[in-house]
């Protein structure tokens, strides 16, 4: 049961907002040493974990090319596209790209999103200019919300479409771990079930994104009020 | 046969240039916390499988002390200004779309197609890791492309890149971070320590009951371990199989399935998933950053109640 403070440590630590790197150390060493292991062992299994994890980071060599087309002009060229369509919301554009996103990792094509790939530099500014070029020039508090959505449809996306590929390593792990306790399932009975919660997930998610849109205008139109009533002098 | 290795050894070349380049920004007050920072980084990337483990361990400690102790600035490289940026976009017009579609593009590629190819009987590039390979052959790719393109001065790509990398800070590394915490949990049994706790927590007489704990368990314990894989077992083994599939004669492919999408609502509502939360309210300059797991929590909380009674009203009925 003392294991669970590393648990508790975490949670008080991420809510105070310390410093995550800090707190998941201070984590891992009581952890360890609440569990009976040396503190030479618990640094070692830190270190081993760190290593054999280093394809997390591979992503950031992207990040070169996506400052170099920022530095060319990336950003302001997206804005101008979707600027130039009429039609085009925050919601609705977010919407079209969370059933990309879905559809695509379903067929288990997830390296076609990415936060460092696809959302940084082509989603969040082209949602956030699909706002500007309907509402005008947004307070810094919307551009967050939207860029926040922005990640949010790629998460929920990915999340709920890749479930549905066969080879998807969840459905492997369920196989497996199944297989283990003397049960046999097929892979395309795992991806099958998945598939209602895909429907609920782009229903739900969806929603809330046409929801957005109301609430820009709304924020916006309140501000435009305000504004007025002050010029009115009221 | 390329493998994870030489991937490593480029990005270990990156944080190399970019430690370099902090420390010669004499813009950032800080320049010498993040030298070695991105250093140490380089360090792990470029010499990580041939240290030992202990070894490691210590370089990670050191990059903790710098992130902690509040060593890590904000560098200020020289970049183009707004106008310039909008007169480029207007010249170059959709091209500048190229480059930034062709990441994914070689991505999807390596893992599909590469990944196949045998040269006298040898893999052109590793299997196992052929989607990272790929990820890193899709940066190289586009990084040439976007050179030919817009014809940057020489260091401008590092640069740019140090720029972004500055404002994810130590974001970057956190990630990793949490996969170690997981391994120390697993060595110190924490796993079995919860899945005992929320398995003798909730009575377990009734269906609905024991679907409730089933998948807000997954959720919650998603939420404690950063990822449904690690809580999948546990949960499943403490809940799922002696309870839904062998006492109420619940589908087992029904219930592992649903049990893991109930996890990754929780994967939505926790910071301990940094890469899919934490990492991209850096990149995206959110000043809070909590602001994508909140953007989300509405959906997971609907969703999981959703999960919750899909699996009621489906697990018992196949």
């Known amino acids: ?234 | 046969m390329i493998k994870l290795e030489a991937v490593y050894g480029l990005a270990g070349g990156l944080f190399a240039v970019f430690a370099i380049l902090s420390a010669m920004d004499r813009a950032n007050p800080k320049r010498w916390g993040n030298s070695l920072f991105w250093g140490l980084f380089a360090t792990s990337f470029l010499f990580g499988s041939r240290l030992s483990d202990l070894a490691n361990g210590i370089l990670v400690l050191a990059m903790v002390a710098i992130a902690g102790l509040g060593g890590l600035g904000l560098g200020r490289p020289v970049t183009t200004s707004a106008d310039e940026r909008a007169a480029n976009a207007r010249r170059l017009g959709n091209k500048l779309f190229l480059p930034a579609l062709t990441i994914p593009a070689v991505t999807l590629f390596g893992a599909l197609v590469l990944k196949t190819i045998r040269i006298g009987g040898v893999f052109l590039i590793d299997p196992k890791q052929a989607t990272v390979i790929s990820l890193g052959l899709g940066a190289l790719a586009a990084g040439a492309l976007s050179a030919v393109l817009l014809r940057p001065p020489p260091l401008a790509a590092f640069q740019e890149g140090r720029r972004l990398i500055d404002t994810v800070g130590w974001a970057a590394v956190l990630p990793q971070m949490l996969a170690a915490l997981g391994a120390v949990f697993a060595l110190a049994g924490v796993g079995g320590a919860v899945g005992g706790l929320v398995s003798h927590a909730i009575p377990m007489d009734s269906r609905l009951a024991v679907v409730c704990a089933y998948t807000f368990g997954m959720a919650l314990f998603t939420m404690i371990m950063g990822n449904g894989f690690a809580a999948f077992p546990v949960m499943t083994a403490g809940i799922g199989l002696p309870l839904i599939v062998k006492k109420f004669g619940g589908d087992p492919a029904i219930m592992a399935s649903i049990g893991m999408l109930s996890g990754f609502c929780g994967t939505l509502m926790t910071p301990m998933a940094a890469n899919f939360n934490i990492v991209p309210a850096a990149l995206l300059d959110l000043p809070d950053r909590y602001a994508v797991i909140k953007a989300q929590v509405p959906t997971a909380l609907i969703l999981l109640l959703a999960n919750t009674l899909l699996m009621y009203f489906l697990v018992f009925r196949f």
């Not at chain 1, 060493?29 to 591979?58: C, K, M, Q, W």
């Not at chain 1, 060599?61 to 009429?86: H, K």
């Not at chain 1, 919660?197 to 205008?217: N, S």
């Open chain 1, 1 to 234: 049961m003392l294991t669970l403070i590393g648990v508790l440590i975490v949670v008080v630590g991420f809510l105070a907002r310390f410093n995550p790197l800090l707190v998941v150390t201070v984590a891992a060493i009581a952890t360890g040493l609440l569990g009976g292991l040396s503190p030479e062992h618990v640094v070692a299994a830190f270190g081993r974990a760190f290593n054999d994890n280093r394809y997390v980071s591979v992503v950031f060599l992207v990040l070169p090319v996506i400052g170099l087309l920022e530095r060319g002009g990336l950003l302001e060229r997206g804005r101008m596209l979707i600027a130039g369509i009429g039609a085009a919301t925050s919601g609705r554009l977010l919407l079209l790209y969370l059933a990309l996103r879905q559809l695509s990792a379903a067929l288990g094509l997830t390296s076609l999103g990415g936060q460092a790939q696809m959302v940084r530099p082509l989603i969040a500014p082209m949602a956030e200019a699909a706002a500007e070029s309907r509402l005008g020039p947004l307070p810094d508090k919307l551009k967050f919300l939207i860029r926040a959505h922005a990640a949010g449809a790629d998460n929920v996306g990915a999340f709920f479409g890749e479930d549905i590929f066969i080879a998807f390593g969840s459905i492997l792990l369920i196989k497996g771990f199944l297989q283990q306790n003397g049960i046999e399932v097929q892979p395309l009975q795992l991806s099958v079930w998945a598939i209602p919660t895909a429907l609920l997930a782009f229903a739900i998610h969806g929603t809330r994104l046409f929801l957005l849109d109301r609430r820009l205008t709304r924020e916006i139109g309140a501000k435009v009020d305000a504004g007025a009533k002050i010029e009115a002098g009221e």
